[in-house]
């Protein structure tokens, strides 16, 4: 175990790693890693961030895959409450935004009822970044003015959908952002398809977002679980449904720009 900074009560910094870039992180959270003393990290983390840390931090792996568990949740949460009453500061390094779907909210729940002070750095989340570095905006003038963010894994593996997140697309009134998606994308566009959504629905599926290896697929709705299939989509990957991710959309709009400079 590491040696504490300080005796006394430490604390606990949440911070997001971004989509997984590490130069994509922000300043804040290079500093708060700079300070630590034990890091507590997800799997889905710029591995050279790690490998920059002081050989002194402690760090400690509590990643999670579909379907394995490295800690349960409970167990993540005591542990950095031990490491901070120990007097250490620790740094829970979480993928994306520690409050989007990261279980952020429960683990400073966790540190303020032990009453050990706790801190969060937010994140660039994947959410956002993910269909930017794609070129997909989740807004764009004239198409949409509003995007859902939603996850598709479940406790138990099945697809769900709310009741909000399928009139985004039936209504087109919104692009609808899945993260967590890839296993359950298949019930995803049943669910769609059969609330009445267009097949046409332009989908973008990105995946590794951020990274060298960064992939997007660009399908109709009703074909995006058959060349997921086909293409070998796997996790991490964000999935843009609505009418922004028509790769043509952008293209539309610089042809209309440049007849309006002409015509004006």
């Known amino acids: 175990m590491t ?50 840390l002081d050989p002194r931090v402690e760090v400690v792996d509590v990643g999670k895959t579909p379907r394995r568990h490295t800690l349960p949740q409970a167990e993540i949460d005591a542990l950095l409450v031990a490491r901070a009453l120990a007097g250490a500061h620790v740094v829970r390094l979480k993928g994306g935004d520690p409050f989007v779907f990261g279980r952020g909210g429960e683990e400073v729940a966790a540190c303020r009822a032990a009453g050990v002070p706790v801190e969060v750095v937010p994140g660039v989340s994947s959410a956002l970044a993910v269909p930017a570095l794609a070129g997909v905006p989740l807004t764009h003038r004239g198409t949409t003015t509003a995007f859902h963010v939603v996850t598709g894994h479940t406790r138990d593996g099945e697809a769900h959908l709310d009741d909000v997140s399928v009139a985004c697309v039936t209504s087109r009134a919104a692009t609808l952002v899945v993260l967590m998606g890839v296993a359950a994308l298949p019930g995803i566009v049943a669910r769609l398809l059969d609330a009445g959504a267009a097949p046409g629905t332009p989908v973008a599926i990105v995946e590794r977002g951020s990274l060298p290896d960064q992939r997007v697929t660009r399908v109709a709705l009703d074909l995006a679980a058959k060349r997921a299939e086909e293409v070998g989509v796997r996790a991490p990957a964000v999935v843009v449904i609505g009418d922004v991710a028509d790769e043509k959309l952008l293209e539309v709009a610089r042809d209309a720009g440049a007849a309006g400079r002409v015509g004006g």
């Open 3 to 52: 040696t504490p900074r300080a005796a006394g009560v430490g604390r606990v910094t949440l911070v997001g790693a971004g989509p997984g870039a590490a130069d994509l992180l922000t300043y804040r959270a290079w500093r708060a890693l700079a300070a630590a003393d034990v890091v507590v990290t997800d799997r889905l983390v710029p591995r050279e961030v790690l490998d920059d």
